[in-house]
């Protein structure tokens, strides 16, 4: 069986993957997912916010419903970019997402609390990717249709395996974050550490992810 990959940015691989790339650069026509990631911001001042997004409207809109993307990455990280205008940005692909029925994966970064207003409605998909905070926060998030996705990299913080340990299986999703080839081969570690952490056969596993996976690529489809 196929491994499934909820977050990559690396396109044609041998996985089932959620491509995403960012909307500003778009040059990858194999992703399924487009957005204006939080760190953008670094280049954005409030003045020029609004002509911003007047500029790209048309551009994005296309993207989502003739090309058929869903959205993202997208999110709030309050160490890079500015936070104020992160959240004008996330508002504006948030309301682009409900307008067109889109599933959406969001970075989040010591932004829990900031980013739940903006999903608390949010009745599509929504992948919390690379998923990196407490069990207290996972349950908090667990509404709607939210789904965790879990990277190697963040397995190794007992904070984050608890949480994983608390993840319902049917919101439970598995990433590689690759930003390179190489990187690629993180998810099959993240396959063998995750069914070691639930003690669940790896096959098992699969199935669980791919389930869920299937689930947000079914109902994200162009309407």
Known sequence: ????????HIPKNKNRTFICSNF?????????FVGIHPWDT?????????????????????????????????GLDKFR?????????????????????????????KSFQELFPFIKDYNQAAILH??????????????????????YKNLKSPKT????KNCPLNRLLLESDATTKKDLKNL????????????IPIHTLKKIVKKNFLEIARTSKKR
């Not at 990196?132 to 998030?141: A, Y």
């Not at 395996?161 to 994983?164: G, S």
């Not at 099959?188 to 003690?199: R, S």
């Open 188 to 199: 099959k570690l993240t396959y063998k550490q995750v069914a070691k952490i639930l003690n």
């Open 130 to 151: 690379s998923f990196n905070s407490s069990k207290e926060i996972l349950k908090q998030f667990s509404i709607n249709k939210v789904y965790f996705s879990f990277s």
């Open 1 to 8: 069986m196929r491994l499934y990959d909820a977050h990559s």
């Open 42 to 74: 670094e280049n954005l001042n409030p003045t020029d916010l609004k002509e911003f997004m007047k500029n790209n409207k048309t551009k994005f809109e296309y993207q989502i419903e003739k090309n058929n993307k869903n959205i993202g990455e997208i």
């Open 81 to 109: 970019g500015n936070f104020e205008i992160q959240k004008e940005i996330l508002s504006w692909q948030i309301d682009l997402a409900k307008k067109y029925n889109r599933a959406i994966t969001i970075h989040c970064v």
């Open 24 to 32: 500003l650069e778009n040059k990858n026509t194999t992703n399924n």
């Open 161 to 164: 395996i608890e949480a994983l």
